[in-house]
């Protein structure tokens, strides 16, 4: 049964800005204590109304500490309602107005609920330079309390990047604060987060084989979740208890009591269905289908995760999708349907694709607001969120490049590798670049083709053996393969000699894609390999003529090759005269 929502505060008909500012102050701090306790209830829908009408009110009579307070406050509701964004922007208000204001601890505290906002956004560099920032201001005041916030949202930070070590000893240092200084509530929120860390630690352990700091770390895990859950059922705190059923539920399935593990996420999941808390009901199903599978009963477990994706259709869901893509994926697989697994493992991918996106976009636009705040910072800002959405672009492009791949797949992959350097061989090269080459001939674009040669290799291997001229030839394919852009074809033609096509790119850039390649061969550190070693490398390189073919064009880069060779080794000969000024 739902708690029912904390009446509207009565509003008097004369205009806020024109009430007496006592009156409205009083109103406003009424209006406050009201949400708070209407979060104690977990309504958080009443409480966030409240809290913005407090908001309005103390902001039409200019009381910065009580505007930002209320800020403060809305936020927290914001989180659990799931418009994170939104929570960030509250509390960047709250903080500088408490901080204008004077109130050191209310400032640091609304940064903490900030933290914990954009870590629910996967914005963790912004969390943890959050928490760092107020530390110290902690530290100086002696503020237990607010130190407890602090730790224990620097655990939250480092378990949702996935180090759950590190996670669990700033929460445990967190909880040592809250049993010695402070209240349930702060017990039950350290209690819980433990438990939910656990999860993650245990999963960690056991995949790295230590099973015994597994079991431990499991049993830790159950204490906290049953204590954190009489915590929350002796508050009556419906939000609270879904969360700690979820993490105790799926702590039980880790240590094989599915039964008990089901139920206690099916009650999860009927608090969160009954009171409107969306994403844990969400949770909760996913946990049980994952029961479901660890129990074989694959069928159940895609029709539970088929029912999450038709309700996962809010804008912040955009996570739970994506998870439930890759949970469908092992299920389809353990159904022996490899043509449904492969789709939802590609779905998976696409939808990864599309988090980090609008982790990006979600970045720009609080950024965004910062920048209205903050007119000073501006420029350097913009900077900053260009750099991070051209970074967030070149990884989308990586990440284009992983599909699935059958065994079949693999085994044609493995064909077209050369076994020592890891890079494409002749064959495939001889079956990729007539295809480069008859696009760019369709598409009327330019295709450049580079033939590089080992400048005295034979007497690198005179000298040094052959053990050594293999790994020089492993080291130059690394150097050749992280210099070269997602899209050229790079390969081992045979011998020493190797081959470079790219697509949609003229000679003077292809040029100039050499000479770094080129000059990176010549800085590399070869006599650490073997002291007197020195390792250098030719490149001949052509523009595939209109009309031309593959052969052609890579007879043109072969004859530019020699022409390096005859013109002294370690250069770039292009087959063209071109005017390219290289940085």
């Known amino acids: 049964m739902q708690l029912p929502q904390a009446a509207p505060a009565p509003t008097p008909d004369v205009p806020a800005a024109d009430r007496a500012p006592i009156a409205v102050r009083e109103l406003a701090e009424s209006l406050i204590e009201r949400s708070e306790a209407a979060r104690q209830q977990g309504d958080y829908r009443a409480g966030s109304a409240l809290a913005r009408e407090a908001a309005d009110l103390a902001a039409a009579i200019e009381d910065d500490g009580l505007h930002g307070l209320a800020l403060r406050v809305l936020a927290v509701h914001l989180v659990r309602l799931g418009d994170h964004e939104q929570a960030v922007r509250s509390t960047v208000l709250a903080a500088r107005l408490l901080h204008g204001a004077g109130d050191e601890k209310s400032a640091c505290k609304a940064q903490t609920v900030q933290a914990l906002a954009y870590t629910k956004l996967g914005l963790h560099d912004e969390a943890l330079a959050a928490l760092s920032s107020i530390l110290d201001i902690a530290e100086r005041l002696d503020d237990r309390e607010l130190q407890f916030w602090i730790y224990n949202r620097i655990g939250g930070v480092h378990g949702s990047l996935g180090d759950y070590r590190q996670g669990k000893a700033f929460l445990t240092r967190a909880l040592g604060l809250a049993r010695t200084d402070l209240d349930d509530e702060s017990v039950f929120c350290i209690l819980n987060n433990l438990s939910d860390n656990a999860v993650g630690l245990v999963k960690q352990l056991r995949g790295e084989g230590e099973e015994a700091a597994a079991a431990e770390a499991l049993a830790d895990g159950l204490d906290y979740a049953r204590d954190a859950l009489i915590l929350a059922r002796a508050a009556e705190h ?131 607001n910062r920048f209205e705040l903050d007119n000073a910072r501006l420029e350097a800002e913009r900077a900053r969120l260009e750099a991070e959405l051209h970074r967030v672009r070149r990884e989308e492009l990586e990440r284009e490049r992983l599909t699935w791949r059958t065994e079949a797949e693999e085994s044609a992959r493995r064909a077209r590798e050369d076994q020592l350097t890891g890079l494409w061989n002749r064959r495939h090269q001889d079956e990729e670049l007539p295809r480069l080459a008859k696009a760019a001939t369709t598409g009327n674009r330019p295709l450049c083709v580079a033939v590089a040669d080992v400048d005295r290799f034979k007497s690198i291997n005179d000298q040094f053996g052959h053990q050594v001229g293999d790994e020089v030839l492993k080291r130059l394919a690394d150097i050749l393969r992280v210099g070269s852009r997602p899209g050229d074809l790079v390969t081992r033609m045979g011998g020493e000699e190797f081959c470079l096509a790219f697509a949609d790119t003229d000679l003077a850039v292809a040029w100039g894609i050499c000479e770094r390649l080129r000059a990176a061969v010549e800085a590399y550190d070869w006599a650490g390999l073997r002291p007197g070693l020195h390792v250098t490398i030719s490149f001949g390189v052509a523009l595939l003529a209109p009309g031309g073919t593959a052969p052609q064009v890579l007879d043109a880069a072969d004859t530019q090759l020699y022409r390096a060779k005859r013109h002294g080794r370690n250069r770039v000969e292009p087959a063209l005269p071109v005017r390219l000024r290289l940085a």
């Not at 999450?308 to 804008?315: G, I, K, N, R, Y």
């Not at 955009?318 to 697989?333: G, P």
């Not at 599309?354 to 609080?366: I, K, N, P």
């Open 238 to 368: 419906p939000y609270r208890e879904s969360m700690c059923l979820g993490n105790h539920g799926t702590l039980l399935a880790l240590a094989g009591e599915y039964a008990q593990a089901t139920a206690m996420l099916r009650r999860s999941g009927e608090l969160g269905a009954t009171h409107g808390y969306r994403s844990l009901e969400l949770e909760a199903m996913q946990g049980i289908a994952a029961v479901c599978l660890l129990e074989e009963r694959v069928n159940e477990a895609i029709a539970t995760l088929d029912m999450v994706l038709t309700m996962a259709s809010e804008p912040n869901e955009k996570t739970t999708i994506m998870a439930v893509h890759e949970q469908l994926s092992v299920a389809y697989e353990k159904q022996g349907d490899m043509a449904s697994a492969l789709r939802h493992y590609r779905t998976y991918h696409d939808a990864e694709r599309t988090v980090y996106s609008a982790m990006a976009e979600t970045r720009a636009r609080l950024l965004t």
